[in-house]
């Protein structure tokens, strides 16, 4: 049996540690041979995915008013959605903070390019019709 204040081992019916003199609770047996684990660290590439996608989303928000700009936009959200399978909660969270901005930009993206697509057709057709 061991100390749970110093670790040190002691004998069974003692009622004081001899090392440290904190009483000894006999129905507590800590088992400091075992290791405990630590924080998860992520290494893999996924959590470059997460940061590049958290970045991408807003940019994308940044440049969403540029016409056919939804073409740079999915990367972007292949990237976010890749870095959603980081072991770090933070760079998960991050990783689909990204994926959402990215897709509403793109949903932006592409309402105005058609918008501009259109009015630019009919401001053709009617500089046609006036020459």
Known sequence: MFCK???EEVTEGVKYC???????DNNIDIDFTKK??????DNGPYK????????????????????YMFFAMIPGIVLACLGTNSKNETKRNQ???G??????????NVILTIAFTVFWIAFAFDMAKRN
């Open 48 to 67: 470059v995915f997460a940061i590049i996608g958290y970045v991408y989303g807003f940019a994308s928000l940044a440049f969403c008013w540029c016409p």
């Open 99 to 108: 994926r959402t901005l990215t897709i509403i930009a793109t949903a932006i």
């Open 18 to 24: 001899s090392s440290c003199g904190h009483p000894i």
């Open 36 to 41: 405990e684990e630590g924080p998860v660290v």
């Open 95 to 97: 990783a689909a903070t």
């Open 5 to 7: 204040y110093c670790g």
